[in-house]
């Protein structure tokens, strides 16, 4: 007997299958099933994810309402078993007086005057990479993304205390990544928690590892940091005191650890293995490049003071942000009283935007597919909409890395890009939406060296 699909409601959605709603169309291809609906169905769709009764918006303006209206009017979408196991409660996922607590806590740690002084950290380790490459080497560019900017994120992070357990850490993360983006596209989101599958058994496996290495690594901090000063971010936690003078506890310190690394690892390594895939397909934008750091930089090392002067470094981080959004959907569950563009939305209905086909939209970014920094000029024809770009969401929950990883990102591409070109062709690598918007497979690359002005 074959299931028979229920016809589309009265607001025009896709059909839905009994039970599953959408939810085998979003499992086979996410990104393609939003920009479906987008272009079949409007700017508001109605559809389901299982039981489950959604909105998707497509509107700029709808987007910068919902996530205006998070903490108000909204409250944040629980995502699943395997998402609260990596994140537990960290800020990410508190919702009321204890995510305003946690925010409180967490946000001097990443505010612009802190990011200042981890730009070394993140200048020496990409030049220290770079001192690694050779001319004509072959790299997988992911992989050396990823490895640096873990580098970078365990020095900003932890200090010192760190060095060693990078590897574990790296590993419990990439297969909490790989259940994770696997939980959310089938039927284990639906799963109560108490079923164990294969894939909640190596996401089980993978966590305990993670808080493991990273209660290992908060002893030794504690321990070598009592009576001294320092300057990582760990440090600023563990002296951050909410309005009643308590600090964050144990298990706070972990969620918030795990929160930070994901944003200072994951998000910023697959902006740049994009961004060096896109500038390779594009001569033009890579000999400008090329021409901007020559000449804002000389040949010397770039400081916190050169991500303003780095004009055209920043708008091709931001374009690379806008074609492959690390975060590629948000959503949030209507409250009492919620509504979108004046049209109430019943409460317990999740709202969905996607960055993702917010940013493939030709109506904010003609040729959407087409990588063009110069779309980031201040004289460009076609101003782009504001909340029509949002790779760090918005609103009050606006991604607290956000500025962390737009300088190490500008950064990083300025150090590696003074001295070598990764030539990996014209072709794009295909995504996977996991927790982030990941490469498949290895994104291999011939190193070749840049412009006259590059060191060594």
């Known amino acids: 007997m074959t299931a028979t699909l229920l ?29 479906s609906l987008r272009d079949d169905y409007g700017d508001w769709v109605p559809w389901a994810l299982g039981p489950r009764d959604n909105v998707l918006v497509s509107l700029p303006e709808h987007a910068g309402e919902l996530l205006g209206a998070v ?61 690694r490459w050779r001319e004509g080497d072959q790299v997988d560019v992911h992989r050396e993304m990823a490895g640096l900017t873990q580098r970078i994120a365990v020095r900003t992070l932890f200090g010192g205390d760190a060095a060693g357990r990078e590897a574990p850490i790296s590993a419990a993360m990439a297969t909490a990544q790989r259940e994770l983006g696997a939980e959310f596209r089938g039927l284990t989101l639906f799963l109560p928690p108490w079923v164990r599958t294969p894939g909640r058994r190596r996401m089980r496996e993978a966590v305990a590892v993670l808080d493991r290495e990273i209660e290992h690594v908060i002893r030794e901090h504690e321990a070598a940091a009592a009576g001294a000063e320092r300057d990582d971010l760990l440090s600023r936690l563990l002296a951050a005191r909410d309005e009643d003078g308590r600090p964050l506890s144990r298990k706070e310190l972990r969620d918030e650890s795990i929160t930070l690394y994901i944003g200072g690892h994951e998000t910023t390594s697959t902006t740049l293995t994009w961004a060096w895939q896109l500038l390779s397909g594009a001569p033009e934008a890579r000999a400008r490049l090329t021409e901007e750091l020559d000449r804002v930089l000389g040949g010397r090392l770039p400081g916190y003071e050169d991500y303003a002067r780095l004009t055209w470094t920043r708008q091709v981080v931001k374009e690379a942000l806008r074609i492959y959004p690390p975060i590629w959907l948000i959503s949030a569950v209507a409250t009492e009283g919620a509504s979108i563009g004046g049209r109430p939305v019943p409460p317990g209905t999740a709202v969905w935007t996607s960055p993702w086909s917010m940013h493939r939209d030709a109506r904010w970014f003609p040729e959407p597919e087409a990588f063009r920094p110069e779309r980031w000029d201040e004289d460009a024809p076609h101003p782009v909409p504001e909340h029509a770009w949002f790779p760090f969401g918005g609103g009050p929950r606006a991604c607290l890395g956000a500025r962390f990883a737009l300088v190490e990102a500008v950064l990083v591409l300025a150090v590696l890009g003074q001295r070598f070109h990764l030539d990996s062709g014209p072709d794009r690598a295909q ?26």
């Open 7 to 35: 016809p589309p409601g009265p607001e025009r959605g896709p059909r839905r299958w009994p039970l599953l709603g959408n939810l085998p169309a979003f499992a086979r291809d996410p990104l393609a099933f939003f920009e």
């Open 431 to 456: 995504v996977f939406p996991g927790l982030t918007l990941q490469p498949v497979g290895p994104v291999r690359a011939t190193l070749r060296r840049a412009g006259s002005a590059g060191r060594g």
């Open 71 to 131: 903490e108000g009017t909204f409250r944040p979408t629980e995502l699943g078993w395997a998402f609260h196991q990596l994140l537990g409660d960290g800020v990410v996922v508190a919702t009321g007086d204890d995510w305003r607590r946690k925010r409180a806590l967490v946000q001097p740690a990443v505010r612009p005057r802190q990011v200042r002084s981890y730009a070394a950290t993140m200048v020496a380790c990409a030049d220290a990479l770079a001192g």
